[in-house]
Each structure stands twice: as structure tokens, then as C-alpha cells.
């Protein structure tokens, strides 16, 4: 009977020297709305934000087992992603013109944008990386001029049918 022989190890996993995140706001917006159910209405606000979240790592892969003590190390890579993401806040008007809000719901969108570069060192990998910078322009251009279209869809489409589930309807308000 032969036996397989086992599998090889898995390549040593790389060094992370550095992370770092940031989030920046895109475009936001206060929707003016009234929730009513039955003969009850409240006046309301639904807040929105999209946001773009910026990580980066700084990783260093492990040396090769047979390389010569001499050798120089493996060269820094620096990894982006930057993603957008949508914030909704709803709030509810009190009779004082105070904001109760509800527990905002947030969710990443498929925008994103990845890359990763060498670095002469674990500190040049940071959000203001010229290559991370450039990411986040285009990320932000890209996604900032559909902004209220993304707002109007969650409403409608998202935000409204949940409450109305509850018998709640929501209706923009006029200031």
C-alpha cells in the first residue's frame, strides 16, 4: 500500500508592519420627511451619508529559508482598498424641535478600489500615499455625483418598505 506524500507547508504568511484607516465623508443629505400611520404623523429627518473607508497595510514578505543571511530583506509592499459606504440616520422630530434618532444602519457598496505598490518604508504607507490619494480622488468623483440618486433609491426602495411593514408610511416633507 503506498501512502501520498504530505502535503508541503504553506508559505510562511508576511510580516504586517503598519495599518492605518480612515474614513471620509463623500456627500450628505437631510431628507424632510413625515412618518404617518393611521391618524398619526410625525415630522422626520432621514439623514444620509456615503462615506468612503481608506485601509492600508504595510507588509514585508518573509524571507526564503534559504536565503543567505547577507541578502537583502524582501522589499515593503504597501496594499490599499478604498470602499464606499452608505449611512442612514432617522430621525424623529419632537414637539421642542429636538432629534430622536433611530439606530442608524450603515452598509458597505460594491465601489471599491484596490492596489498596492512597493515602499522604501512601512511609514510611506499611509492615506496620503500619492498612489492612495489618487484612489480615493477617483473613488470620490466616481460615486459623489450619484450621491442623491443613491439616497432617493434607499429610501424608497430600502428605508420605506421596512417601516412600512409596521403600518408606518413615509412621505417627504416639504420645509
Known amino acids: 500500500m503506498f501512502q501520498a506524500p504530505p502535503p508541503p507547508p504553506p508559505p510562511p504568511a508576511p510580516e504586517v508592519l503598519r495599518t492605518e484607516g480612515v474614513n471620509l465623508a463623500i456627500a450628505t443629505d437631510d431628507r424632510l420627511v413625515v412618518f404617518a400611520k393611521g391618524q398619526q404623523a410625525e415630522r422626520g429627518v432621514v439623514r444620509y451619508q456615503l462615506f468612503q473607508r481608506v485601509d492600508v497595510e504595510a507588509t514585508r514578505p518573509a524571507a526564503a529559508p534559504d536565503a543567505s543571511p547577507d541578502a537583502a530583506p524582501p522589499p515593503i509592499l ?98
Open 78 to 175: 504597501c496594499t490599499w482598498t478604498v470602499s464606499v459606504w452608505l449611512q442612514r440616520d432617522p430621525c424623529i422630530e419632537s414637539i421642542t424641535g429636538r432629534l430622536a434618532c433611530m439606530q442608524p444602519y450603515t452598509v458597505r457598496l460594491d465601489d471599491r478600489d484596490r492596489g498596492s505598490e512597493p515602499v522604501p518604508e512601512a511609514a510611506a504607507c499611509v492615506p496620503e500615499h500619492p498612489s492612495v490619494a489618487a484612489a480615493m480622488t477617483r473613488m470620490s468623483e466616481a460615486v459623489s455625483e450619484g450621491a442623491a440618486a443613491r439616497f432617493e433609491v434607499d429610501l424608497k426602495r430600502r428605508f420605506a418598505p421596512e417601516l412600512g411593514h409596521a403600518g408606518v408610511a413615509v412621505r417627504p416633507r416639504v420645509r
